[in-house]
């Protein structure tokens, strides 16, 4: 009679199935996010255009989509005029690349749903700072 060992096949760990299934995410996936995210940025900036003219909840609405570039304009910064138009027409075209571009990266290294999570904080939390700020 066979050992028991013997009868059954050695079973992998499940830390050791799980390193071995996860190849990380291709560069053309990452690429192809930040593609996607100025094809957004694209969108987005034709709307920022057109947002100021539908009044306070235009206004609103511009905070929610372009946090970032919202930001500098807060006179909280202390950045001068000039100098807050530059950055907030930077980051208005750089902000969805940008969320393109740290997706992919989070996604090779931590998984989607831990990279999404995290890119979805990183907006709200320039959403309520723009938020705050304004009350100021």
Known sequence: MAS????????KSAARKKSRSRT???????????????????FA???????????????FRLRLIAPLAMLAHQPQLGLPDATADTVAQVLMYAQFPLYGFLL???????G????????V??????????????QL
């Open 4 to 11: 028991r060992a013997e009868a059954y096949p050695r079973q």
């Open 121 to 134: 904080l990183i907006h709200v939390m320039a959403v309520g700072a723009v938020m705050i700020l304004s």
């Open 112 to 119: 989607f749903l831990r990279a999404a999570t995290t890119v």
């Open 104 to 110: 992919g990266i989070l996604w090779r290294a931590a």
């Open 24 to 42: 990380p995410l291709a560069w053309g996936v990452v690429w192809g996010l930040v593609l996607a995210g100025i094809i957004a940025a694209y």
């Open 45 to 59: 900036v034709h709307y920022a255009e057109v947002a100021p003219l539908l009044g306070p909840s235009g206004l």
